[in-house]
C-alpha cells in the first residue's frame, strides 16, 4: 500500500451502524483526489485538472450520502469540507442528536453501541439493525430486542414539557444504561 503523503482530511462520523473514518487525498501537484471510507478506497482520481470541486460516495450500511467539497482559499491553499446527506457535518451531528439516542454499554466483556433512530424507532446494534418487538405500556412503549444472549429494552415515556418530548432509556438486566454523547 503506497503512503498516503496527500492526506488532507480525516473525518469520524458516527452513524446508526457505526463510527466511520473519512480520509481525503488530494495531490495538488498531480490532481489526484483519493476518498477512503474505514480504510478502504472508495474513489480514486488521478491527474484531474480542476483541481477544486466536490466528491460524492456513500457511508455504512444505510449508504449515507457523503460529499467532500473541495475550495480554493488562497493561492495554492484549499479547504475541504464534508457533508452529510446535504447538511455540513456540524449540522448534520447537532440534528443527529435531535433524532438519535446512543448508549454504549459492555456484556460479557464485549463492548456494544446501540442507537435508537426516534423517527423510525429502528434499534441498531454495532452496526446491525435488530430484530425488535414493540408493546405498549402503561406509561408509554417498550420496545424489546436481545443483545448477546441479554434481553433489552429501550422505553419511551413522555416528560410531561413540550420542549423535551419522549424520554428514551435503555434497560439492561434491570439496569439503566446512561446515555452516550458522541
Sequence with gaps: LE???DLVAVWEV???????????EHGTTSG????????????RREWMFKLVGKETFTVGATKTKATINIDAVSGFAYEYTLEINGKSLK???????????????SLD???YRVVL??????VWCNGQKMETAGEFVEDGTETHFTVADHGCCIKAVSSGKRK????HTLI???????EAVE
Design 32 to 43: 489526484k483526489r483519493v476518498v477512503y471510507v474505514d480504510g478502504k478506497e472508495e474513489i
Design 91 to 105: 449540522k448534520y451531528l447537532e440534528n443527529r442528536l435531535k433524532t438519535t439516542n446512543t448508549w454504549i454499554l
Design 3 to 5: 503512503k498516503m503523503t
Design 172 to 178: 439492561v438486566n434491570n439496569r439503566e444504561i446512561p
Design 109 to 111: 466483556g464485549t463492548d
Design 117 to 122: 433512530e426516534k423517527d423510525t424507532m429502528d
Design 14 to 24: 458516527a452513524l446508526s451502524d457505526g463510527v466511520h473514518k473519512i480520509e481525503f
Design 164 to 167: 423535551e418530548g419522549i424520554i
